[in-house]
């Protein structure tokens, strides 16, 4: 990578600059020692400093990542990103499978959503003064809601967490109870709030204390109707699939347990973070199921664009006029980035995206063809438990092999950490292959495929294909692959 001369043009020169007078530019430093004008120039800043980025993120940010990163083989260096496809230093293409946990839903880079900022940045204007209505804020809130049957008002946060702690405190102050219940293996954020709805132990460990909410399994409606006889219950959150190991919601469970909830004054709250704006072949994945209306609704990562972040909890006219009673409570939740003009105009330039290239429909139908050539290869491969999921959000589950072999091999892994085999699966696919993929969770045998919503034939094509040859290195016992595994092993056992 080469540097920009810092030392080039006129000031260097010993001429002036405009309107400076005799005056020579004022210089600055950089830690190389080379001066540079005064001023920000990013193009500059990152041809001189870009080639440190693990090791800013080693010395002043989480340690950690660098350091896991480097030891399965990802610290790479990546500089151009469009549609499904990132490019790293060498101009090796690299196919998304991740999207960024799932914010680039319509693609890195879509010219309609960046020409929508650079129009709302040169519009200057007058925005977040707090006290008047811009008309960003409603606009995008009505286009939402139409696609939103039985929600009627929308509050804008920031982030997926903070949608969630929005629709806590609602639910709570709507019900006047303080209780909320959450599904076992769920994940809602990790925020104080939404920490305390997580279903993952592990993400809990040291931030005790929580607030006294209480986890029951997906699907039972038994523990759900205990808990209910008790007249605490604010309300029950839930993803209709839920992102760790793609687990969907059983058949006319949400449904049932709506109807639980409203028996017992209680509300539904569906999280759809991952899950909404056309991820599972529908607008709301909770739509694919008839009757269920939830009281609250929590939408972020794709409606951002990719860009600006921005979320939304969407919700019954009756709790938010409850919530906002009268004027003195007029600012008892709100956030102080919430509804900026930049984030309004990246969700109005992504939904009309959604709408005008068809993205839902190709979620469904392109997310049906991997799905179908996936579950396909379970009768060949031993090793391949289950393939399941909707629309582009799929998860492909390995399973304890019958061969002695492959058997022992697994027995391996697993004694030492549970989920060993799916990253030994993840990384192959990224070193060989250029397809950047995610274990789904700790501890679990799971890959989630959640990629841009603009995948296209062939890239379901070249996904299959890469996968077959790494599936197939796996079932033949050697190889770097369980070399790696081998590695992986030691690593874990390390940290035991």
């Known amino acids: 990578m080469t540097s920009a001369d810092p030392t080039s043009g006129p000031a260097a020169e010993g001429g002036t600059a405009e309107g400076a007078g005799d005056a020579p530019a004022p210089q600055l430093t950089t830690p190389a020692g080379q001066a540079r ?30 350091r896991m990163l480097h030891t399965i083989g990802f610290d790479k260096f990546y500089e151009r990103a469009e549609g499904a496809h990132f490019w790293d230093a060498e101009g090796n293409d690299y196919l998304d499978m991740l999207a960024g946990f799932g914010v680039m839903g319509v693609g890195r880079h879509h010219p309609v959503v960046r020409k929508a900022l650079h129009d709302v940045l040169d519009a200057g204007l007058a925005d977040l003064t707090r006290f008047d209505c811009q008309p960003l804020p409603g606009l995008l809130a009505e286009k939402l809601l139409a696609h939103s049957p039985h929600l009627d008002r929308v509050f804008f946060g920031n982030s997926g967490t903070e949608a969630v702690e929005t629709a806590l405190k609602f639910a709570r102050y709507a019900t006047g109870r303080p209780r909320i219940l959450y599904c076992t293996r769920s994940f809602h954020g990790l925020t104080t709030g939404s920490l305390s709805v997580n279903g993952e132990t592990g993400f809990k ?11 029951i399994e997906m699907g039972d409606l038994d523990a759900l109707a205990r808990e209910l006889k008790r007249g605490d219950v604010a309300a029950l959150i839930v993803e209709p699939i839920q992102g760790h190991g793609v687990w969907i919601t059983p058949p006319g469970w949400l449904r049932a347990a709506q109807e639980l909830l409203h028996k017992h004054k209680a509300l539904l709250i569906c999280d ?10 529908s607008f709301y994945a909770y739509q694919q199921e008839e009757g269920v209306e939830p009281d609250l609704v929590t939408v972020s990562k794709a409606l951002s664009g990719g860009y600006v972040p921005v979320s939304a909890t969407l ?30 105009a990246a969700g109005l330039a992504t939904l009309s ?10 979620s469904r ?20 438990k289950d393939v399941r999921g909707r629309g582009l959000m799929v998860g492909i589950e390995f399973g304890r092999p019958k061969s002695l072999g492959l058997r022992s091999r697994w027995t391996m892994l697993q004694a030492a950490r549970k989920g060993l085999f799916a990253q030994m699966v993840v990384v192959p696919l990224l070193q060989k292959h250029h397809i950047l993929t995610q274990v789904s969770g700790d501890h679990v045998e ?20 890469a996968f077959i040859d790494v599936m197939d290195d796996a ?9 790696f595994g081998k590695t992986l092993v030691k690593q874990a056992v390390a940290n035991k």
């Open 475 to 483: 079932h033949n016992g050697g190889g770097l692959m369980w070399d």
């Open 205 to 215: 460990d040291g931030f005790a204390p929580l607030l006294p909410d209480t986890a």
């Open 272 to 281: 759809e973070v991952q899950t909404g704006l056309g991820r599972t072949g």
């Open 446 to 465: 799971v890959i989630k495929l959640i990629p841009p919503l603009v995948v296209d034939e062939a890239d379901v094509d070249r996904f299959v294909t």
């Open 353 to 362: 995206v959604m709408e005008d290239e068809g993205i839902v429909e190709n």
């Open 365 to 384: 139908r392109v997310g049906d063809l991997l799905r179908t050539r996936l579950a396909a290869l379970t009768d060949r491969y031993e090793l391949l």
């Open 37 to 66: 004008p005064k001023g920000f120039d990013l193009a500059t800043l990152l041809a001189e400093r870009g080639g440190e980025r693990y090791e800013l993120y080693t010395k002043h940010m989480n340690h950690q990542l660098p």
């Open 315 to 344: 919700g019954k006219d009756w709790i938010f006029k409850k919530v906002y009673s009268s004027m003195d409570r007029v600012l008892v939740h709100s956030a102080s980035f919430g509804s900026n003009a930049q984030a309004m």
